[in-house]
């Protein structure tokens, strides 16, 4: 059995619940693949719109963590992934993190690193960060944000600080690197090369 396993936790009470969390759809994977685990913690995506496409067809882990993603548009798209070839052997691996109480915006978590061609790169947005009116709305919702991104806890708090802040492939040259934002001022629209690891 391929399925990923969900598990919730008192959780996805708005008004669509958890949406297509943890949805892969039957015709992508092969029979040997695996697919991470989709855990959301208790009280977490309890808005309007609440989880929304966070897993869709990502290969990897997800996990929301405790009152994260509350805000009207909860967590939206994020992490959505493009087609990665029928029955594909080798899938690209990625995970995504949702820190305790982040993205409680009124856009929450929106577009954060969806793309419509990519696969590659991880999420992990920390405690407390993007908690505001447009949170982090389009944050790498750019198929040239191949990077891993890491979102520091309590960052990108005041309105649209962190929107459309990664476009491209913020460390260039290499498939492996892990882009921070934890100064929008620094670190968003043009890529800080201190920011990479």
Request: with cysteine; hydrophobic share 30%.
């Amino acid at each position: 059995d391929i399925a990923p396993k969900a598990m919730v936790f008192n959780s996805c009470t708005g008004e669509n619940s958890c949406n297509n969390f943890g949805q892969f759809d039957p015709y992508r994977p092969h029979s040997t693949s695996v697919i991470g685990n989709k855990i959301i913690g208790p009280n977490a995506c309890t808005a309007t719109s609440s989880c929304q496409n966070l897993g869709k067809n990502i290969y990897g882990a997800i996990r929301v963590q405790a009152g994260a993603c509350s805000g009207l548009g909860s967590c939206m798209d994020l992490g959505r992934r493009s087609n990665q070839g029928k029955r594909v052997l080798s899938p690209v691996i990625a995970d995504i993190i949702i820190g305790d109480n982040a993205c409680q915006g009124q856009n929450a978590c929106k577009n954060a690193h969806r793309g419509d061609s990519k696969n590659l790169g991880s999420l992990f947005i920390g405690d407390s960060a993007c908690a505001s009116t447009s949170s982090c709305d389009g944050v790498a919702n750019s198929d040239a944000a191949v990077d891993d991104l890491v979102i520091a806890p309590g960052t990108c708090i005041s309105t649209s600080s962190c929107q459309n802040c990664v476009d491209t492939d913020m460390c260039p040259g290499s498939t492996a690197s892990t882009y921070t934002i934890d100064n929008p001022t620094t670190d968003c629209s043009t890529p800080n090369p201190a920011a990479c690891s």
